[in-house]
């Protein structure tokens, strides 16, 4: 559990000061049950750890450097695999490299990915049932290009393996693009 402790303690701080999209949530609380899901799916500690710190090089002032030194290649490497690359691009461009990458990444990238989405998914629910429609205006990209991302992600995360974790995240994505608000 020490190198889960540390990566919250380092998520927490890279963290500090931002919240989820739209809310008042801090942002902590996605890294911590990113982990808490990977826990529940009996991911290797590492994997867990790698899970936490997902959004650090993405998100944060935290380099891939700053991890390979306090955490080591292994996770520094899972993190990297689920960082988009250039914030630069365009959203479209930036979704296509991932559903691209995630066809033919590690088992253990695509469960992270998977239980990144996983939350993702089912924060976006939760909000929906207070909000209905008006949720989709928190994002960069409204109602059907999330819609098209999700599935197309589902996809990917499939195409070399099945996998508990992946039918969780189907079930919540057609929950979520079935509902009518």
């Not at 826990?39 to 944060?60: F, K, P, S």
């Not at 994505?173 to 608000?181: Q, T």
Request: some cysteine; overall charge negative.
């Amino acid at each position: 559990m020490h190198l889960i402790n540390k990566a919250l303690e380092t998520a927490s701080r890279a963290h500090q000061s931002q919240y989820r999209k739209g809310t008042d949530i801090p942002y902590i609380a996605h890294p911590a049950a990113v982990g808490m899901i990977l826990l529940e799916e009996g991911c290797r500690e590492e994997v867990v750890a790698a899970g936490i710190l997902h959004d650090t090089v993405e998100d944060t002032d935290v380099t891939l450097e700053d991890l390979r030194r306090d955490f080591g290649t292994e996770i520094a490497y899972m993190v990297e695999g689920c960082s988009e690359p250039d914030k630069s691009l365009s959203w479209e461009e930036r979704k296509l490299h991932t559903i691209e990458f995630l066809m033919t990444a590690s088992e253990e990238i695509k469960a992270i990915a998977c239980a990144d989405k996983l939350h993702n998914i089912r924060s976006i629910l939760e909000d929906y049932a207070k909000e209905g429609d008006a949720v989709w205006e928190r994002f960069n990209r409204g109602r059907e290009q999330q819609e098209w991302y999700y599935r197309s992600l589902m996809k990917s995360l499939g195409s070399t393996v099945d996998f508990p974790l992946l039918k969780k995240l189907e079930k919540e994505v057609h929950k979520l693009f079935s509902a009518k608000a």
